[in-house]
């Protein structure tokens, strides 16, 4: 059976006990990282995922609390002699700019670097990530700040949907993401430009008929996150809960 592992749950500012949002999609064949917090390697070996297991790396948008592990995680697995490919997706604003990232760097003069590849994901409604022996990634385009995706994962060994709505302002898409899901992760930083309350988070899930609402990317500095969760109730029927730090999902 395949995991989901929450690595990290709290929106841009994060605190002691939660680490800005990204996730982990762990399969027979493939370790997916969606978004690059904080010390990667040491959150894999934690869940006993050797690194060199991490075949693929998702980027869903160029804002520093998504990409701020990426060098780190790559010096990381360079200097522990790490030699097989891994493969980086993302919208072609996000990896222009990751790259200019570790160019300043230098990453172009360490030594017996391995190989990286990078796949240009299209702006569009259910655009291919990537499709392989566990998961079939799709994207869609979501309201933020600059060019992000959200994203609806296929876990091929029981068939079921994880939809990710990413950071996001209530839109068409994000009810397409969400359609049917067993699992729904969807922000609820505060509804504004960019982004979404958890009642909007609820709606939004109910619309698409999703069948358990998670809320991630929500505020944490001085304030209690638990309350939000009745907030996503009043507008969502189904169960609720919240993303925290290290949760694992079988599904």
Partial sequence: MARLIVLGSAAAVSDEYHDNTHL???????VVLIDCGSNPVVKL???GIHY???TDMILTHFHPDHVYGVPILLMHMW???RENPLRVYGLNHCLERTEDMMLAFSWDTWPKFFPIAFYRVLERPNALVLDNDDFRITSWPVKHFLPTIGMRIEVKSSGKIIGYSCDTEPIPNSVEIGRNADLFLHEAAGEGRGHSSAAQAGEIATEAGAHKLVLVH???????PSKIVPEAKSTFDGPVELAVDYTVYEI
Wanted: no cysteine.
């Fill in 24 to 30: 982990l999609l762990e399969g027979d064949n493939s």
């Fill in 45 to 47: 070996k934690r869940f």
């Fill in 52 to 54: 060199t297991r991490l």
């Fill in 79 to 81: 200097l522990l002699g």
């Fill in 218 to 224: 929500y505020n944490v500095w001085d304030s209690d």
